[in-house]
């Protein structure tokens, strides 16, 4: 991901805010800061996958928008661990930790069941990410569980672009709230393998990921 397009997704969110926060004047407007621990895994049957912790931390804007209902934009910063199985030479097996890194811009819709204080949140977030990174290069070359030729290190180019659907519950006070989400990859975040002329050039994986966060509203 580069310089720029992050530039321009900052610039996007703040014009956004700005043009929400005039619309809802006799309503509220609030920006605030959030950060948390992740919980991410790839749904394949392509891959041996164990879920890893991770966390994230980012910006984001709340305004009335009517009756009930809020709308939400942010951009976070999220960094995500996923264990793939593998094995040695001597054929004894070992969780091979990766790391995948990236910016979240999501546009969420929210239900107030208590306004201030109580509500369901759902919309689409999308991804802008880098490799998945071995954690430790001593391991690139193990062969992944259900090959023969493929090697821990051949699978870190995924898609760069990814879709996700979210849906959670956030509650708390006014300008102190605490969320429960969780995130969905519509998008095949494995796809960019499949032109590296791997042992399988077919490779199916969608993100699964639990966000628990904290949100600091001003």
């Keep these: 991901m580069s310089l720029k397009k992050l530039l321009f997704a900052t610039l996007f969110l703040f014009i956004g805010q700005q043009a929400f926060s005039q619309r809802n004047y006799d309503g509220y407007n609030f920006l605030g800061i959030q950060g948390g621990i992740t919980f991410f895994d790839i749904q394949t049957d392509d891959l041996v996958t164990t879920q890893k912790e991770g966390f994230t931390a980012g910006f984001t804007t709340r305004g009335a928008f009517r009756n009930n209902f809020d709308l939400i934009y942010g951009l976070s910063f999220q960094s995500a661990s996923v264990g793939v199985e593998g094995r040695n030479f001597l054929g004894n097996t070992q969780n091979i930790g990766y790391t995948i890194q990236g910016v979240q811009l999501n546009f969420l819709?929210?239900?107030?069941?208590?306004?201030?204080?109580?509500?369901?949140?759902?919309?689409?977030?999308?991804?802008?990410?880098?490799?998945?990174?071995?954690?430790?290069?001593?391991?690139?070359?193990?062969?992944?569980?259900?090959?023969?030729?493929?090697?821990?290190?051949?699978?870190?180019?995924?898609?760069?672009?990814?879709?996700?659907l979210a849906a959670g519950l956030t509650a708390g006070l006014e300008h102190f709230?605490?969320?429960?989400?969780?995130?969905?990859?519509?998008?095949?975040?494995?796809?960019?393998?499949?032109?590296?002329?791997?042992?399988?050039?077919?490779?199916?994986?969608?993100?699964?990921t639990i966000v628990l966060m904290g949100v600091i509203y001003f």
């Design 109 to 164: 819709g929210s239900y107030n069941i208590i306004v201030k204080h109580l509500s369901l949140e759902f919309g689409p977030i999308f991804d802008l990410n880098g490799k998945m990174k071995l954690a430790d290069d001593k391991y690139e070359d193990y062969i992944l569980t259900g090959y023969n030729t493929l090697t821990a290190a051949d699978i870190q180019d995924i898609s760069k672009f990814n879709v996700r």
């Design 177 to 208: 709230r605490i969320s429960a989400q969780y995130q969905y990859g519509v998008t095949n975040m494995l796809g960019g393998l499949n032109d590296k002329g791997l042992e399988n050039e077919d490779f199916k994986g969608n993100s699964s």
